[in-house]
């Protein structure tokens, strides 16, 4: 497996143009299933979860050309309804093809997750989504099966503002030719951008942004093209890199207007934020500031960002604390972060971070995508060397990061292994 090779302790300088969002392109890559006509998507991360939906898209039936930074779609000869255990289980991100078979076939057939339980993980609140909009579900040797009923009830409240149980019952009720209400939707900007994706696709997706969604679904769907947001939690990331190592970046396509809540904390840290329409230039000069957050669903501050400000806050002035309430179980890069020197104690959801005044470069393993660039992070202020193993988590959600990082200073290198 790869791994990462870096030298710490040079500031970066320089510019980033930011990729489009992994977090809006999957699910619009499974909204193509929609329509039977051409879709065209641009500002298409190359990534590995890209090409993974499009495997997945193309084992049922799809005409894909996937070529980043372009992506084109035929959905016209779906053949199967079934989403298989060996490729689901690569990509969580997968169980968003439900809610397009669903609409497409009257009946989809589509794998848990790998090590997914009913009820563990959000997934329960797509499937209660989908009983309250009149689908027949039942459970078969690692599968879940829908079938299409008719309901009177058009109205559907979760529970919990998921992010991906809001997309995939957007999707199906996109295609039921009524109105349907979406109460406490998750707000996030990759919702808004799938329900721009549809609304040109001939549905009617208002309230985009808000807890409250009103779908008025087209008995057909016609083909779009559609450009994909920029990515906010990559851009999230390379600010807090500029801030740690007490550099200067221009984060080049950011959208500061879908990451208010991260440029704001950042702020406070100390770091200087100049934000214009579709640009974001994050400097500091000096040790960040302790800070206390919680992470929360939009617009609050990011699950997504919380391991890469854990790194910022290693090396801050003063004692930080992370209350993560979204996931359980997403304090793994800590152990790898006391490694390199942090001071880091947990309790439940809640880490106490006693900022040092500086991080050793060690050998860490990454656990996760966001621990990964959280353990990058720390490796480009640490003094000496660290190597980061098992990087194949960063390929699933940056684009060409260490490429990116060293045009901007930093001393990185890929390792094949």
């Given at each position: 497996?790869?791994?990462?090779?870096?030298?710490?302790g040079?500031p970066?300088?320089?510019?980033?143009?930011?990729?489009?969002?992994?977090?809006?392109?999957l699910?619009?890559m499974?909204a193509?299933?929609?329509?039977?006509d051409?879709?065209?998507?641009?500002?298409?991360?190359?990534?590995?979860?890209?090409?993974?939906?499009?495997?997945l898209?193309?084992?049922l039936?799809a005409?894909?050309?996937?070529?980043p930074?372009?992506?084109?779609?035929?959905?016209?000869?779906?053949?199967?309804?079934?989403?298989?255990?060996?490729?689901?289980?690569?990509?969580?991100?997968?169980?968003?093809?439900?809610g397009?078979?669903l609409?497409?076939?009257?009946?989809?057939?589509?794998s848990l997750?790998g090590?997914?339980?009913?009820g563990?993980?959000?997934?329960?609140?797509?499937?209660?989504?989908?009983?309250?909009?009149?689908?027949?579900?039942s459970?078969?040797?690692?599968?879940?099966?829908?079938?299409?009923?008719?309901?009177?009830?058009?109205?559907?409240r979760l529970?919990?503002?998921?992010v991906?149980?809001?997309?995939?019952?957007?999707?199906?009720?996109?295609?039921?030719?009524?109105?349907t209400?979406?109460?406490?939707?998750?707000?996030e900007?990759?919702?808004?951008?799938?329900?721009?994706f549809?609304t040109?696709?001939?549905a009617?997706?208002?309230?985009?942004?808000?807890?409250?969604?009103?779908?008025?679904?087209?008995?057909r769907?016609?083909?779009v093209?559609?450009?994909?947001?920029?990515?906010r939690?990559?851009?999230?990331?390379?600010?807090?890199?500029?801030?740690?190592?007490?550099?200067?970046?221009?984060?080049?396509?950011?959208?500061?207007?879908?990451m208010?809540?991260?440029?704001?904390?950042?702020?406070?840290?100390?770091?200087?934020?100049?934000?214009?329409?579709?640009?974001?230039?994050?400097?500091?000069?000096?040790?960040?500031?302790?800070?206390?957050?919680?992470?929360?669903?939009?617009?609050?501050?990011?699950t997504d960002?919380?391991?890469?400000?854990?790194?910022l806050?290693?090396?801050?002035d003063?004692?930080?604390v992370i209350t993560?309430?979204?996931?359980e179980?997403?304090?793994?890069?800590?152990?790898?972060?006391?490694?390199?020197?942090?001071?880091?104690?947990?309790?439940?959801?809640?880490?106490?971070?006693k900022?040092?005044?500086?991080?050793?470069?060690?050998?860490?393993?990454?656990?996760d995508?966001?621990?990964?660039a959280?353990?990058v992070?720390?490796?480009?202020?640490?003094e000496g060397?660290?190597t980061?193993?098992?990087?194949?988590?960063?390929?699933r959600?940056?684009?060409?990061m260490?490429?990116?990082?060293?045009?901007?200073?930093?001393a990185?290198?890929?390792?094949?292994?």
């Amino acid at each position: 497996m790869d791994t990462f090779v870096i030298d710490g302790g040079k500031p970066l300088r320089g510019k980033i143009t930011i990729s489009g969002s992994k977090n809006a392109v999957l699910p619009i890559m499974a909204a193509s299933l929609l329509t039977s006509d051409f879709v065209e998507i641009e500002n298409v991360p190359n990534l590995r979860d890209v090409h993974t939906m499009a495997k997945l898209l193309t084992w049922l039936g799809a005409k894909i050309d996937c070529a980043p930074p372009r992506l084109t779609i035929d959905s016209r000869r779906l053949r199967s309804f079934v989403a298989p255990y060996e490729l689901v289980r690569t990509m969580r991100a997968s169980i968003l093809v439900m809610g397009p078979l669903l609409a497409r076939f009257r009946k989809a057939r589509v794998s848990l997750p790998g090590g997914c339980a009913i009820g563990a993980r959000p997934i329960d609140l797509h499937l209660k989504g989908f009983q309250a909009l009149g689908a027949a579900i039942s459970l078969d040797a690692g599968y879940v099966e829908l079938a299409a009923k008719d309901t009177p009830k058009r109205i559907v409240r979760l529970p919990f503002p998921s992010v991906g149980a809001t997309e995939n019952l957007m999707m199906y009720a996109a295609a039921l030719p009524r109105q349907t209400t979406l109460l406490n939707a998750s707000r996030e900007p990759e919702i808004s951008d799938l329900a721009a994706f549809l609304t040109a696709a001939g549905a009617s997706v208002q309230g985009a942004g808000t807890s409250k969604l009103v779908v008025r679904g087209a008995a057909r769907l016609q083909g779009v093209k559609h450009r994909v947001v920029p990515d906010r939690i990559e851009a999230g990331t390379y600010a807090v890199a500029a801030t740690l190592t007490r550099g200067d970046l221009r984060l080049l396509h950011a959208r500061p207007d879908h990451m208010a809540a991260v440029l704001d904390r950042l702020a406070e840290a100390g770091a200087r934020v100049d934000r214009d329409v579709d640009e974001v230039r994050v400097s500091a000069d000096r040790r960040p500031r302790a800070l206390t957050l919680t992470t929360m669903p939009y617009p609050g501050f990011p699950t997504d960002m919380q391991a890469q400000f854990m790194s910022l806050m290693a090396v801050g002035d003063g004692t930080s604390v992370i209350t993560e309430t979204v996931f359980e179980n997403r304090f793994l890069h800590a152990a790898e972060l006391t490694r390199m020197g942090a001071d880091i104690s947990l309790e439940g959801r809640v880490a106490v971070i006693k900022g040092a005044r500086c991080l050793k470069g060690a050998p860490v393993t990454a656990s996760d995508l966001r621990a990964s660039a959280a353990l990058v992070l720390a490796g480009l202020v640490a003094e000496g060397k660290t190597t980061i193993s098992r990087v194949y988590h960063l390929d699933r959600g940056y684009e060409t990061m260490e490429k990116k990082l060293r045009s901007v200073g930093a001393a990185i290198r890929r390792k094949h292994g």
